[in-house]
């Protein structure tokens, strides 16, 4: 017999879910009939598949020894780049500055270098992630920007930021702003712009409408323009509901697609610009703003990070 005692990263799982990734030698059908037959337990009474595990919650697992055994560690993230732009760091939180062409997250043409095992390995060399250590919990990032956009991303280093910070997140008490070029000048200067828009998954692509279609989702778009000449205006947008490809495609619905952006935009134009292979959108501001209670991260509120430089601002000289 072995026993587990439940910490704060391990809070609020179920006991099946949290017993997979620490037990990932433990068959599945194996783990359910042990927590039948009483082989598992928390606390020492009787659990259920579904229970919700508590910080200090002793597990008490009557299990064979093979079960606990860990392959020798080989962290992956240890050969990702040291490179980090970090704009704010506490305890708690990191907040990032990802740079385009960088991942958020792996994906099938990229594993080793994305800006989470980045951020993995700056935290292992700092002492402050031993996965070793954690039964369950690893560093995540509570948002995420596409690989041709850069700007601010947070990271959380403990569990209950995460949980905390992804509500904010849900509740739009993290207010996102957007630098960006586009080609023209929306009139008015400053406004919210409205639709519906609809994925198409085999495209990977999106369509603003005016009316709803299918089942597309409301989108609405803050915006003001900060500096224009006629042909390339730069603006500042807010999402007020975060959808994908939203700033790009519903810029394009009225006519002024983003400059470079090869998707939405207008080739002929980008060529004419430069030939530039990246959309000229920057996540460049972030503003907390809790209206709810934020426990342990109420020190947060009122907090607003701005990026430093923005790769395409200094071609706007009055900006």
Known sequence: ???????GNDAGQRLDKFLTK???????????KYIRKKRIKVNRKRAEISTRLQEGDVLDLYINDEFFERPAPQYDFLHAPKQLSILYEDENLLVLDKKVGLLSHPDKTEYVDTLITRVKRYLYEKGEYDPEQENSFAPALINR???NTGGIVLAAKNAETLRVMNQKMKDRELHKYYLCVVLGCPKPQQGVLEGFLKKDEEKNMVRVTKEPVGDSKRIRTKYRVLQSNGSLSLLEVELLTGRTHQIRAHFASIGCPLLGDGKYGRNQANKKYGGYKKQFLYSYRLVMDFTTDAGSLSYLNGKEFQVPDVWFADQFPNY
């Open 1 to 7: 017999m072995q026993s587990i005692t439940i910490t």
């Open 22 to 32: 620490r037990l990932p030698n433990l068959p599945k059908s194996l783990m359910y």
């Open 145 to 147: 920007i596409d690989r």
